[in-house]
């Protein structure tokens, strides 16, 4: 399993990024797929999620409304529309995979050690 990052930036306040995620090496249909995000001095906190099967999908509080997760099957890729951007939404950001059908349930709860397989990040800051 490998997961590419890529799409992050420096952008101004109420500005707009898209991430992608580029997975290889697993079929979507049996995984679970995160975008996690940490910043300086901070815990990695789960950002949005998306099941399997598209049934579940989780945001985290801090970015409902603004963040949109998707997955694109043919192209093996996976999303994250972020509009409205924040200077608190300045981090460095992960996709994740999980096989089977609990992990948006388990990052909802806080378990991003759930998660086995890990991007190597990209880094998304917002200036004021």
């Known amino acids: 399993v490998q997961l590419v990052e890529s799409g992050g930036g420096l952008v101004q306040a109420g500005g707009s990024l898209r991430l992608s995620c580029a997975a290889s090496g697993f079929t979507f249909d049996d995984y679970a797929i995160g975008w996690f995000r940490q910043a300086p001095g901070r815990e990695r906190e789960g950002v949005s999620a998306i099941s399997s099967e598209y049934a579940d999908i989780y945001y985290a509080d801090s970015v409902k409304g603004r963040f949109t997760i998707s997955i694109d099957k043919a192209k093996s890729t996976a999303s994250l529309q972020m509009n409205s951007l924040r200077p608190e939404d300045t981090a460095v950001y992960y996709c994740?995979?999980?096989?089977?059908?609990?992990?948006?349930?388990?990052?909802?709860?806080?378990?991003?050690?759930?998660?086995?397989?890990w991007g190597q990040g990209t880094q998304v800051t917002v200036s004021s």
């Open positions: 994740a995979a999980v096989y089977g059908i609990d992990g948006v349930e388990r990052m909802a709860a806080g378990h991003s050690d759930y998660y086995p397989f």
